[in-house]
C-alpha cells in the first residue's frame, strides 16, 4: 500500500522540484532555453493563459522524456523525502483494515527504492471554468524496501517483506483553482484513476509465510482494500500550493444511488448436477463496508431477489455501479457465473431507470459473445441538496430510502422545536400502501404446447409479497387469446411488492408452462396508469397486453 502512497507524493514533489529546477535553469541549449521561457512567462499569466498551458499543442514530445530523465535525477530526494511522511499517513489506513487475526500491522522500514516511475502517456481534460485535470499513464517496476511489522493475537512477531513489485496505472491530477500568480493554480488534487496492473508478493523474512494458514491471503487483501480506499479515484489527496480554502477538492458525498436488484434470466448453469445457486454482489466503491450482496435463490436459473440496496455516491461524472452474479458452492466457495456496470452519468437525477444488462466475463473484456444470461435493475440517483417538490412530514433524523423520498418527502424537511424532537424517538419510513388493478387485455403469438399446435392459454397472476393469487379463464385452441378481465389487489407495500403473470396451458390431466412476466410497481405508483405489450420470459415467443391503474393509499408506520 504504501509505495502506492509514495507514488503519487513522489510525483507531486517531484513536480515541485522540477519546476524549481526549471526556474534556475540557464540558457546554455535550446531545450532548457525554452523552458527557460515557459517559466518565466508564467510569473505574468492570467488565468485564461494558464489555461491555454495546459492545452495538448503546448506539450512538445520531448517534453515527456525530459520529465522522466529529470524526475530519475532527483529521484533519491524524492525517496528520502517522502518516506516518513508516508509512513505515519498509510499506517492508520493498513490498520482500518487489519484482520482480526492480527494484533499490530506497521511498517518497520519503508523506501521507495533506487528506480523512478516512467511516464508513457499524458492527456488534458478541461475540468469546467476554473480547473484542469492531467492525467498521467506510468509503469514502474519498483524495488522499495518495505518491511511490515506484523504481530498475530498469539504474541507471535512476523517480519513480512513486501517485494516483485510491478505497476501500470494512470493518474490523475487536478489543478484547481486557476489563480493569476505563480504557479497559476491553488491546489494539486491527486489520485490514482485506474489499476491497469498491480502485482507483487509477501515474503516472511527467515520462513515460509505458506506454513500459516490464511496468513498471506489476509495482509494481500489488506494491502488491496487499503489501496482502493485511500487513493483509488474518486478518493484523493489534496495538496495545497498556494493560501486558501480547498474544501470543496475533498472527498464528500454529492447524492444517493438506490438499487431495486429485480431478476435475472437464462444465467449460465455453473453446476454438473442440477442449477446454479444464484447470488448478487454490488457495489459502487469494492470496500468491505460498502458492497451488497443479496440472498442465494437455490437450484434457478431464472432468480427473483426484489431486493432494495443504497450507495452513496461521490462523484456521479465518473463512478458506476458494478453487479456480479455468482453461484454459491458452498464451502467450496463461490463460481462468477457474468458481471455487468452502469455509468452513473447515464441516469438522469431524481427518475427511475429500468434497465436490463447482459453478463459478461470481465469488465475489461469489450467484446463477449457468450450468453451468461441478463440482470433487471431499477435505478434512481438523487443528488444532494435535490428539489422534488414534495413536502417531508417529517425531520431528516426519520429513516427513508430515496425512492421513498421520491413519492412522499423533500429534501429540506420541516423543523421540528426541541420538544418535538424528544417527543418522538422511534423511526419511521413511509408504506406505500394502495388498490392495483391489472386488467389482463390479451396475449399475442403464443408457443404451440399442444400436440394439434395450439394451446389453451390462462393467465395467473400472483402478488410476490403477500402470495395473493388470481387466474383468468381459460380460453381454447387460441394462440392469440383476449380475456379483457380485470383483478384488484389490496397492496401493502407498493415500493417492495411485484406482480408476476405466468401464463400455462390447460390440459385435462394437467398444465403446461408458456412463459412469465414480472413487474415491479414501480412505473405504476409513478405514472397512476398505463397501458403496455410485454414479452414473455422463458418462451420462444409470445406477448402480453396489460392495463395496469394504482389508487394510493399512503400510511406511516413506525419501526
Given at each position: ?24 535553469e540557464n540558457a546554455r541549449s535550446k ?57 505515519a499517513s498509510v499506517e492508520p489506513v ?392 380485470t383483478f384488484d389487489f389490496v397492496v ?68
Amino acid at each position: 500500500m504504501g509505495f502506492f502512497m509514495g507514488l503519487i507524493l513522489g510525483i507531486a514533489v517531484g513536480l515541485a522540484i522540477i519546476v524549481g529546477l526549471v526556474k534556475s535553469e540557464n540558457a546554455r541549449s535550446k531545450r532548457r532555453s525554452e523552458l527557460a521561457t515557459i517559466v518565466a512567462a508564467f510569473s505574468k499569466m492570467t488565468v485564461e493563459d494558464s489555461r491555454k498551458i495546459f492545452t495538448p499543442e503546448y506539450y512538445p514530445s520531448w517534453l515527456l522524456n525530459w520529465l522522466n530523465v529529470h524526475l530519475t535525477k532527483i529521484w533519491p530526494y524524492v525517496n528520502e523525502a517522502a518516506s516518513e511522511l508516508i509512513k505515519a499517513s498509510v499506517e492508520p489506513v493498513l490498520e482500518q483494515y487489519r484482520p482480526a487475526i492480527l494484533s499490530s500491522l506497521k511498517f518497520s522500514k519503508f523506501t521507495l527504492g533506487a528506480v523512478a516511475p516512467q511516464f508513457t502517456g499524458v492527456s488534458i481534460i478541461e475540468n469546467g471554468e476554473n480547473g484542469i485535470t492531467m492525467e498521467l499513464e506510468m509503469n514502474w517496476d519498483g524495488n522499495p524496501s518495505i518491511i511490515l511489522d506484523i504481530k498475530t493475537r498469539v504474541g507471535l512477531a512476523l517480519p513480512v517483506q513486501v517485494k516483485d513489485i510491478g505497476f501500470t496505472g494512470v493518474f490523475r491530477l487536478i489543478f484547481k483553482p486557476l489563480v493569476d500568480e505563480f504557479p497559476c493554480f491553488g491546489a494539486v488534487c491527486c489520485s490514482l484513476k485506474q489499476k491497469k496492473n498491480m502485482d507483487f508478493t509477501l515474503k516472511l523474512i527467515g520462513g515460509d509465510i505458506s506454513t500459516i494458514p490464511g496468513l498471506y491471503g489476509a495482509i494481500e487483501g489488506t494491502i488491496r482494500d487499503a489501496i482502493e480506499d485511500s487513493i483509488m479515484w474518486p478518493a484523493r489527496k489534496v495538496i495545497p500550493i498556494l493560501p486558501g480554502d480547498y474544501s470543496d477538492l475533498e472527498l464528500k458525498p454529492v447524492g444517493i444511488l438506490e438499487v431495486k436488484l429485480v431478476q435475472a434470466k437464462e444465467l449460465t448453469n455453473k453446476d454438473i448436477i442440477g442449477k446454479s445457486d444464484p447470488f448478487a454482489v454490488l457495489y459502487v466503491r469494492p470496500l468491505p463496508d460498502r458492497m451488497k450482496t443479496s440472498k442465494t435463490i437455490n437450484n434457478d436459473l431464472n432468480p427473483i431477489w426484489n431486493e432494495h440496496f443504497e450507495f452513496v455516491v461521490e462523484d456521479a461524472s465518473t463512478q458506476h455501479l458494478v453487479v456480479k452474479v455468482y453461484d454459491d458452492e458452498g464451502l467450496q466457495g463461490s463460481e462468477l457465473i457474468g458481471c455487468a456496470q452502469v455509468l452513473l452519468r447515464d441516469l438522469q437525477p431524481g427518475k427511475v431507470k429500468d434497465v436490463w444488462l447482459k453478463l459478461v466475463k470481465d469488465l475489461e473484456v469489450q467484446r463477449d459473445n457468450k450468453n451468461r444470461g441478463q440482470v433487471q435493475l431499477e435505478l434512481l440517483y438523487c443528488p444532494s441538496g435535490m428539489e422534488n417538490g414534495f413536502t417531508n412530514p417529517f425531520t431528516q433524523d426519520f429513516s427513508m430510502t430515496s425512492l421513498e423520498k421520491v413519492f412522499k418527502s423533500g429534501v429540506n424537511g420541516i423543523e421540528f422545536h426541541e420538544n418535538e424532537k424528544a417527543a418522538i424517538q422511534k423511526k419511521r419510513e413511509v408504506i406505500i400502501r394502495g388498490v392495483l388493478s391489472v386488467t389482463v387485455i390479451s396475449a399475442e403469438d403464443l408457443p404451440a404446447v399442444d400436440l394439434m399446435g395450439k394451446a389453451d392459454p390462462y393467465v395467473v397472476l400472483t402478488m410476490k409479497k403477500s402470495d395473493i393469487r388470481n387466474k383468468t379463464r381459460v380460453v381454447n385452441e387460441c394462440l392469440n387469446p383476449v380475456w379483457n378481465q380485470t383483478f384488484d389487489f389490496v397492496v401493502e407495500d407498493g415500493l417492495h411488492d411485484m406482480l408476476i403473470l405466468e401464463v400455462w396451458d390447460h390440459d385435462t390431466f394437467g398444465k403446461d408452462y408458456m412463459g412469465r412476466c414480472i413487474l415491479t410497481l414501480t412505473r405504476v405508483i409513478l405514472e397512476g396508469e398505463y397501458k403496455e405489450c410485454f414479452q414473455l420470459d422463458e418462451a420462444k415467443s409470445g406477448k402480453l397486453n396489460l392495463h395496469l391503474k394504482w389508487m394510493p393509499q399512503p400510511i406511516y408506520r413506525d419501526t
